[in-house]
């Protein structure tokens, strides 16, 4: 099965763009009396054992993006310049450190005003803490899937050459037909307002039959309809 150029990630033998980054699987000439290979990853992509720069969360090799936060893989951020100090010529005087003015004998400095605790309000009824409370429902079989007690979940497909498993997998629905991808939607709670977010999938995320901008969290609705490539599911959420 090919490898993605640009992040690693394996593919269907018979897929033309990688379903993680969405790269053009270009083919290139293999070992001799070998088929077609295509360009390895690239050699600054997740390794084994790496962690994150951004969030230190541990990421899949050869994984181009925090599968957590989304920052890039393929660079580690620059290291800041620290300050050149130098020294006074030789035989000259240091300068002399400076003490505040001595305050006269009996006098007390006068207090600051008190810093202001404040108590966060509890949050109002109806609100969610987990998503527990939702399913989704896969059409047209109105197979139930519910949502588990967590405060976000990946929805996609499993990849056991690369070890991952998303926490609602699609497979057993048809996904890889469907173009489904192995990180394609994210549900998570949003000020205890479950929300969707496109995991920068290749076939798209659509709500109520709108495409989602990438890495851009839209509020949900109960009854809302959404479709993953060809899968389409409607949200239940109680309230």
């Known amino acids: ?58 990421v899949i090799p050869g994984e181009a993006f925090c599968d957590n936060c989304g920052a890039s893989l393929l660079s580690s951020p620059p290291v800041a310049n620290l300050p050149v100090t130098s020294s006074p010529p030789f035989g000259s005087t240091p300068p002399q450190p400076q003490y505040p003015a001595p305050q006269p004998v009996g006098s007390v400095p006068s207090p600051g005003p008190l810093p202001i605790t404040q108590t966060a309000p509890p949050p109002p009824s109806g609100t969610h803490t987990t998503l527990a409370a939702g399913q989704l429902i896969i059409l047209p079989e109105n197979t139930t899937i519910s949502l588990p007690a967590a405060l976000q979940v990946t929805i996609g497909r499993a990849d ?65 309809e959404l479709r993953l490539g060809t899968m389409t599911m409607t949200v239940r959420v109680q309230s």
């Open 1 to 58: 099965m090919p490898f993605c150029p640009q992040c690693g990630a394996e593919n269907p033998s018979s897929a033309s763009y990688c379903d993680q980054c969405g790269a053009t699987l270009i083919p290139v000439a293999g070992p001799a009396g070998g088929g077609n290979e295509v360009a390895a990853a690239p050699a600054n992509a997740g390794a084994a054992g790496a962690k994150c720069p951004q969030c230190g969360m541990a």
């Open 160 to 224: 056991p050459a690369s070890s991952f498993y998303p926490e609602i997998d699609l497979t057993p629905y048809g996904a890889l037909e469907k173009g489904v991808g192995r990180r394609h939607l994210r549900l998570f709670l949003l000020n205890s307002q479950l929300s969707a977010e496109d995991l920068d999938s290749t076939n798209g995320s659509f709500l109520n039959g709108i495409r989602l901008a990438p890495r851009a969290p839209q509020p949900l609705q109960n009854g809302d």
